[in-house]
Structures are given as structure tokens and as C-alpha cells.
């Protein structure tokens, strides 16, 4: 029996490559059984049929291509002129603008394009898309809602002598980039091999840093301009600082010079809220707050040492570890100290020493993070060797709430955006704590193992829906919190400021109680001293004590040979006697 099937194609279609496509099965040939056929089969006799033991498995691979993205864009400043047109020039300009408007066609289109325009107006005009009209409608409370925190990404250290991710800073505008410091904070621990580089990483593209950032030395922080997003400021290892743009590429487009940066790594720095939006200072642990303006960084504009003392001393000055500024009060700052103190400064003070205002103290190690408070800026926040304490302005004795002595050390904290009874922290251990004060105060409402190694810095979203960790060996974590720790819940500030009020009241209470006990202890010893003054006052002097004291011994041993003598004379009178009758 011959099968044959005819394969037809056309004479133009010769040469062509072959395009297959998928389509249903088709049914050629159907060959029926023939029982005759059964008689030429033999059957084995013995059959050996081989047994496997072991459960039979099937191995498959399959490698996928890895997907790069690549963002590019153009910088459009002014276009639409002809090339024998210099947009530059004023003259070239308004000819070339007189020689259209005279253009038939051009006032056609203009005529065209002017009723869309204004049909465009009527629209905006009839509905205001910028009104609320949902105000007075309650937030629904999400307390069914197990608190959580999950990962959305892991970005790597792309180089192979990994380093700690010492600063992470979220882009001002839509917070699709995060832009992270990697440095060696180890002393003495920086190789020939370890890459000076940071990174900017576009959050969905973990694969492939979206820009390099090409610094002199490694950079400690890094922060974005929130009045330009294409301007970044950071604070290098050797003590200076410097800025990019990211229009003009991976380069520094100014630094600050050796002699008159920090001599120390610059540990924290913060764009000032000005007019210009170029200002910025910066703290570093040599015990300096300098200001800086990026269009001219040669040399800072303004320094502050900080001495306790307020002399001005540079050895004896405090290391800045940490810094605070709030845009609502301009001329105030805080500063965290190696030694655990918090300096508070005012910036207009006339004097180095008035700019000083005063220290709290309460912690036992380096504050590595310091925040106030965006809802109540008087309230702020501290982080430090094992715990993480809320302060108030008004009390400078101790802190007015304090979370428990962790085993593992802290690193790092932060306020939540948009909840003001929420708060972060991050551990040695690689654990993220979540507390919301309102709902528990001796222990986390949430608690996330991040990773195995040490957690080194913290940064939230402003949404703060989002929250990134760096690690100690370049892993930085994105994490998405679960809505109900990001949704301002039903009377949550009202609650959170009676609470904030209740702690300071209590604080006041117990500091008064205790300056009363300093006052009497000190009345007591100011009355003892007077005491002593007292008898000192009557005291004789040496010499006359010693005569006095030679004066009294000849009296008692004249006295006692006295004694002696009387006794002598008693003892004859009552012998002679007993001799005569004798």
C-alpha cells in the first residue's frame, strides 16, 4: 500500500524562507488492524523485562534571556526654528515670527487649533479637577488587617568587593529612583579592589544600576535637591563634598576643596529650604557643622564647632554624627553626637556660643539617626546604642518615651510620612521593627527578618507605602508596607497628641519632683558647710593647744601626787596609834 501526499507550492514563492504556523491536527490515512498480520508475529519466550527500584525522574532546563531596560531622554530647551536661524538672536527671531504670521495657513491652523483650545477651557472650567468632594468622608479603619511587610526588591552591589550601603535617598519626584552611598565605614578596611562608585537604581530594574555615580572617594551620604530632581549632593570618606548633576553625567560637577572641607568622613548632609534651592550643610565627626552654597563651594559660608563649652575649641569639640532640619523652623537645627548628647542650635544667633542653645542627654553611644516628628515638630526622635527614644522640646532632663533595651544594636530609624504614631527601626541582626505607639508600647507591632547580615541605613518613601534597608555588604531591601500601617487612621492625631502631652506632663511632674530633692540635699549641705565654719571659727591655734595641753598633763599629775601624798599621811596616822599600845 503506497501513502502519497502531494506538496504544492508556487512558482514565486521559490526560495522563500518556510513561516510555520500552529493549526489543528488533519486526518490523511486511516490504515485499519489486519488480523492476517498476526500470524507472522513470533512471541518471546522467555521475555526479560528490566525493573528500576528507584522512582523514575525527568530533568528539564530552561534559560531564559535576562530583559535589560535602558531609560534615555533628551534635554529639550528650545526648538521649531529653521537652521539658518539662530534662536539666540533677537533680531533673527521676531523677523522670522512677522514672516509667519503673515503665512495664510498659519492663521488658519492657529484659527483651528484655538476652538479646540477653548473648548478645552469650557471643560476645565465646568468641573474643577482640583476640588475635593470626598472631604468630610471617614477613613475607614483597617484594623482587620494582619500589620506585614513584604519584598518587592533586592538590589546588589554590583561590584565583587562588596561595601556597606552607608545612605539611601528616594527621588523628590514620583519615587521611581533611589539613589545609594556605598562606602567602607570599617577602619582600615579599604582595599585596592574596592570600587569607589555609588548608584542610582530605578526600583523595577534591579539588574543594572540605572546611573553611576564617579566620586574621588567613596561617598557616606547622599541626598537628592527636593527643588531639582537632576541634582544630587553627597558627602565623601576623605571629608569633602560634592554634587552632580545628572544631565551632565557620572562626574562631580563641582567639589569643595581639601583645606576647607571636614576633616573627617561626612556622615549626614541636608539641602536648607532657601530661594535659590543651592544651599546645604553638612556634619562630620571632626566636630563641625559647615554650610555650603553648590554655585560656589571653594569654601563653606558658615561654620559651627561643636564645643559644650562653647568656646569655639575644635578639641574639645562634639563628633556630629547625625543632623535634623525642619523647613518649618528655618533657623533651628538639631545635631547627634558620637558622645550620645543631642545639640539643638539656632543658626540667626549672633555669637558662636548663643548658637549653642542646649544638649540632651540620654543615650550611651553614637545617635545614628535623629528626626522630628512630621506632624508634631517638637516632638522628635532619637536612635542609639540598644533603644530608640522620643523626646520634647520642653524637657531636656530625659526623653518621654523609650522603647525596651534590644539584644542587638541599633543602626538606624525613621518617622513614618503619613502616620504620626508610627515609627521604624533597624538592627545589627538584620531585623526591621515596626512600632505604632498608639497600639503597643513594650514591643513592635511588626518585626521583619530582612536579611542575615547587619542593617546599616533606612530610608521611607513619602508615601510611605515603600521603605528601603541597606545592608552590610551592599544588599539594599525594598520593602512594601501593608496598608494599615500606611493609612492614617480614625482620630490617630488627636490620640497621638494626647499621649505626647500626657508623657511630657508626667516628665515635668518627675523633673520638678526631682530638682525640688537637688534643692533641699543642696540646702543641706549648704547648712553643714556652715556648720563647720562655725566650729572652725572656734578652734585655737596650734600652739595654743599644745600649751594648753602640756598645761593640763602638769595639773592632773600634780593633782595625782596630791592624791598621793594625802594618802601617805592618812596611812601614818592610823599605824602610830597601834605602836604606843604596843
Not at 556597606?164 to 519626584?173: C, E, Q, R, V, Y
Not at 543658626?347 to 545617635?367: F, L, N, Q, W
Not at 601617805?568 to 596616822?573: D, L, R, S
Amino acid at each position: 500500500m503506497e501513502i502519497v501526499y502531494v506538496y504544492t507550492k508556487k512558482r514565486n514563492e521559490f526560495g522563500r524562507q518556510c513561516n510555520f504556523s500552529d493549526r489543528s491536527a488533519e486526518l490523511h490515512v486511516d490504515i485499519l488492524p489486519d488480523p492476517s498480520l498476526a500470524v507472522n508475529f513470533i512471541e518471546r519466550d522467555p521475555c526479560d523485562v528490566p525493573i528500576q527500584c528507584t522512582q523514575e525522574m525527568s530533568e528539564h532546563e530552561v534559560n531564559t534571556e535576562r530583559f535589560e531596560s535602558d531609560t534615555r531622554g533628551i534635554n529639550h530647551v528650545e526648538g521649531g526654528w529653521p537652521k539658518d536661524v539662530n534662536p539666540h538672536e533677537m533680531e533673527q527671531t521676531i523677523r522670522f515670527r512677522k514672516k509667519v504670521e503673515k503665512d495664510e495657513n498659519y492663521i488658519s491652523t492657529v484659527m483651528q487649533l484655538g476652538n479646540n483650545m477653548e473648548h478645552c477651557i469650557k471643560q476645565n472650567n465646568a468641573i474643577d479637577i482640583y476640588r475635593e468632594y470626598f472631604e468630610e468622608e471617614e477613613v475607614v479603619e483597617e484594623s482587620e488587617v494582619q500589620p506585614s511587610a513584604k519584598t518587592i526588591n533586592v538590589f546588589r552591589d554590583p561590584n565583587e568587593v562588596k561595601r556597606t550601603a552607608s545612605s539611601l535617598s528616594w527621588h523628590p519626584d514620583g519615587s521611581r529612583k533611589l539613589a545609594v552611598a556605598y562606602s567602607s565605614l570599617e577602619f582600615q578596611k579599604v582595599s585596592k579592589d574596592m570600587s569607589l562608585n555609588s548608584y542610582i537604581w530605578d526600583i523595577e530594574n534591579p539588574n543594572k544600576p540605572e546611573m553611576t555615580l564617579k566620586p574621588v572617594s567613596p561617598l557616606v551620604c547622599l541626598e537628592y535637591n527636593p527643588k531639582d530632581c537632576h541634582i544630587l549632593v553627597g558627602g565623601s570618606y576623605n571629608g569633602q563634598i560634592a554634587y552632580w548633576d545628572t544631565r551632565k553625567g557620572s562626574q562631580p560637577v563641582e567639589m569643595s576643596t581639601i583645606e576647607h572641607s571636614h576633616r573627617d568622613p561626612v556622615y549626614r548632609v541636608i539641602w536648607l529650604q532657601s530661594k535659590t534651592g543651592t544651599d546645604t550643610f553638612s556634619a562630620s565627626t571632626d566636630g563641625q557643622v559647615l554650610w555650603w552654597d553648590i554655585r560656589k563651594m571653594s569654601e563653606p559660608t558658615e561654620r559651627l564647632i561643636l564645643d559644650p563649652n562653647k568656646k569655639g575649641n575644635l578639641d574639645n569639640a562634639l563628633g556630629a554624627i547625625s543632623l535634623e532640619f525642619e523647613t518649618t523652623m528655618p533657623t533651628k537645627f538639631m545635631v547627634g553626637t558620637e558622645q550620645g548628647l543631642v545639640v539643638s542650635c539656632n543658626r540667626k544667633a549672633k555669637t558662636p556660643a548663643e548658637k549653642i542653645v542646649c544638649m540632651y542627654s540620654g543615650h550611651h553611644g553614637p545617635i545614628y539617626a535623629l528626626q522630628r516628628n512630621p506632624f508634631f515638630p517638637k516632638n522628635f526622635l532619637t536612635v542609639a546604642d540598644w533603644t530608640a527614644r522620643i523626646w520634647s522640646e520642653d524637657i531636656k532632663e530625659s526623653s518621654i518615651m523609650w522603647t525596651k533595651y534590644h539584644t542587638a544594636y541599633l543602626s538606624d530609624g525613621s518617622w513614618s510620612p503619613v502616620r504620626p504614631s508610627v515609627f521604624f527601626t533597624i538592627k545589627m541582626d538584620g531585623t526591621l521593627d515596626v512600632w505604632d505607639f498608639l497600639f503597643k508600647q513594650n514591643d513592635p507591632t511588626l518585626s521583619v527578618k530582612v536579611c542575615d547580615e547587619a542593617l546599616n541605613s533606612l530610608r521611607v518613601q513619602d508615601n510611605g507605602h515603600f521603605l528601603a534597608c541597606g545592608s552590610q555588604l551592599g544588599t539594599v531591601t525594598l520593602l512594601e508596607i501593608s496598608s494599615g500601617l500606611c493609612t492614617l487612621q480614625k482620630n490617630e492625631k488627636a490620640l497621638a497628641t494626647a499621649m505626647f502631652e500626657r508623657e511630657t506632663k508626667r516628665e515635668k511632674i518627675l523633673e520638678a519632683r526631682h530638682r525640688e530633692m537637688r534643692l533641699k540635699e543642696r540646702s543641706r549641705s549648704e547648712q553643714s558647710k556652715e556648720e563647720d565654719t562655725k566650729e572652725g571659727d572656734g578652734e585655737e591655734s596650734p600652739e595654743e593647744l599644745i600649751t594648753r595641753i602640756e598645761k593640763d598633763f602638769y595639773e592632773i599629775v600634780e593633782a595625782e601626787l596630791k592624791k598621793r601624798d594625802k594618802g601617805e599621811e592618812k596611812k601614818a596616822i592610823i599605824e602610830l596609834p597601834l605602836e604606843s599600845d604596843i
